[in-house]
């Protein structure tokens, strides 16, 4: 393949990758034991969805300059439905860290699965 046919497909390819969605699924530290968390990127924004019930924790973060995702709608499976959070995610070689805020911080790692 010529060079000027290698930067074409990867010129279309850098062009879905954009718009296309995208998922990847996590082992989530929990006390009942780990869960399935299914992260997906559509249209620019960042879900991390229960595997075994939908519920739903990012709600649409949006990437951050430095590479985070943030946003302010995040929700925590063992607080009331209510409640919401600024959260960030961190994207890491094996997993990720997510960590929410209200009035004190906390975080957890969860790993990719294979």
Request: aromatic share 10%; with cysteine.
């Amino acid at each position: 393949m010529t060079n000027k046919a290698t930067g074409l497909i990867a010129g279309i390819a850098l062009g879905l990758t954009a718009t296309a969605s995208f998922a990847d699924t996590y082992s989530r530290p929990h006390k009942t034991g780990a869960q399935e968390i299914n992260v997906t990127f559509t249209d620019g924004t960042l879900w991390c969805t229960r595997a075994s019930d939908g519920f739903e924790m990012c709600n649409g973060m949006t990437e951050n300059e430095d590479g985070t995702w943030g946003g302010r709608n995040m929700r925590h499976p063992d607080m009331p439905k209510w409640m919401k959070f600024k959260g960030t995610v961190y994207f890491q070689d094996a997993g990720l860290r997510i960590k929410g805020c209200a009035i004190i911080c906390d975080s957890e790692e969860w790993t990719k699965s294979e």
